[in-house]
């Protein structure tokens, strides 16, 4: 895309620059003030006091003049992010990147448009762009395809050890470090990016004093599970790559 800046002239002496959205790009203006708007009175019928944070968001949303919009590299043009709470930001970028709906679970349809969007069962993470940026067979790739050839065993919550055998068949590069190798941290490492986005949820095993050891000692490992998000990704994958699909059930069916 490239950009284009719209000048206004008021009484010949004030120039404002309004950023405008290219041609084919998806405007989310409204959507984002709906998504607020929506939360706002989903919070108020049930007492919450984040109302407040979301009507403010609203607010702000509305003032902007120029066109929110998103790159096709993934950047976002025009989000307040500086006068928006970290909450509101971080829903907007994840409904205008695909991972949020813009009306929540729970809302009531008051008009026909919200009745469209509520009744839309696409899947969110199909615009994704981490779905369309995810590498084939890298470190993040092999590990939601472990926790999904694991998920017809019954097994939900894995280790670290558990998740790399499970994974490595579907990954190119070795998950495990070794610096004598030359790889000090490994595919692993992909690991951080499902949790950032939400993908993987991760929970520490903790310490605890040991009085006989003389200090602090591991609980145990840490352990990982596939988040609601994680599967619906998987899912927009799999739909997004029909062959990856067909190749992993033959593996599953081979396997178990």
Known sequence: YTSIQKVILVENTLVIKIT???????????DLVLACTSRQELDRQQGKRSEVMW???SRVLQSVRGDIYQFKSGRIVNLPTQKLSKTVDSLCRKIIEGQERILPDGYVASNVQEQ??????????????YLKNIKVRGGAFSILMAFYTCSKSSRQTMTKDQIIRAAQPFCDDALEGNFHAGRPIGAWKGHETLVKHNLLNKVRAGVAYNERAGGLRSMGKDTFTLTREGERFIQALFQRHPDIKRHMDDHVTNDF
């Open 116 to 129: 469209r969007l509520l009744g839309d069962h696409q899947n969110p993470f199909e615009n994704s762009h």
């Open 20 to 30: 405008m959205a290219p041609k084919n790009a998806k405007i989310w203006n409204e």
């Open 55 to 57: 009507s403010e968001g």
